[in-house]
């Protein structure tokens, strides 16, 4: 029996999202592009989800679903996702996030067009409540990376012709540490599957996507941004139904900012470039532990009026634990970037008492 192959792959890991579920199955379903399956993984959902998923789509065969008795957690889910796929690319929806209609077919034809190994646009970041946007109609015009999207098809590989592998390794950095690379998220981007396998490009259980997507950085020759906002992301942490943040969440997420630059220095270790070059080993480590902090922290901001003052005076001790010789650089960082939070918290408030 010959076996129907799809030209896109769209991963979609499962965790307890039965508000949102459909509308992001939907999404990919209602795509303008076609040849397309959806492979959910779900992580031991005890919501009802997985279920849901099953009453809705159990006998559409563009889907396909698995399942883990026991929660693994996000990264793992991906790679079995990733392993579970049959297209020639993939692409990530989180089950509470989007695609807009033309997300598959745009990044389809570019991909396809210029031979890239990774396509990436960017998208609205909605909170928990919020409508969904339409293109051209969002709430802002600031991306999911946090900057203005592209105005233009952007090629982050221009590299002369006779570049030598270091150069292009240094002309790749330099980008990615001022930041053209944008957010480091992997589910607005489209990447061709054997590009993944050829280089055993997998998520990891620290770091996750934002550690992906640096490996997709290092090893793709053809990686371009596009000029559309093509998908949605919904940050529920940012629900005003949530509790404040605990002391005990302080840690956790302090700990896992440790396990992700653990990550990318064991990663750079083994790599030439960085042996050679140990300089930027250590700015890639400064710029994702500021991506980091600033991302992690943003929750501990309730009231727009600074810091909640517990995680001041708990973070030094908690950050010499966590870190060990690492610390002084953690403390700097840490409280460099929210010294400039206050700062421009009452620069604003200045600014609104004057007009």
Known sequence: MKVNVPTISVMMPLYNTKKYVQQAVDSILNQTFKDLEVVIVDDGSTDGSYELCQSLYGRDKRVRMFRHEKNQGPALTRNDAIRNTRGKYLAFLDSDDIFLPEFCETLYKIAEKENAEVVSTTGYLISDGDEIPKEGKG????????????????????????????????????????????????????????????????????????????????????????????????????????????????????????????????????????????????????????????????RYYPTGQGIIPFVLEGANQEIEKIYGENAPLVKCLFHRSHLLYQQNLELIAKIQSQS
């Open 139 to 298: 709430l802002s015009n600031i991306g999911l990376d946090g900057v203005p999207p592209v105005t233009e098809t952007k090629y982050m590989t221009p590299y002369p012709p006779h570049s030598d592998y270091f150069q292009m390794i240094q002309m790749k950095l330099d980008n990615y540490l001022r930041g053209a690379y944008g957010f480091a998220c992997c589910f607005n981007k489209l990447y061709l599957k054997e590009f993944i396998m050829r280089h055993n490009i997998f998520c990891t259980k620290k770091a996750e996507d934002m550690f992906f997507v640096f490996q997709c950085m290092l090893h793709a020759e053809r990686y371009i941004k596009v000029p559309k906002m093509l998908n949605v992301y919904r940050n529920l942490s940012s629900s005003t139904s949530r509790n404040l943040p605990s002391f005990e969440d302080l840690q956790k997420r302090l700990k896992s900012m440790n396990g992700l630059l653990s990550e990318f220095d064991n990663y750079m270790k083994d790599i030439d470039f960085f042996i050679q070059n140990p300089h930027y080993r250590f700015a890639v480590l400064e710029f994702v532990l500021t991506i980091m902090d600033n991302h992690s922290m943003n």
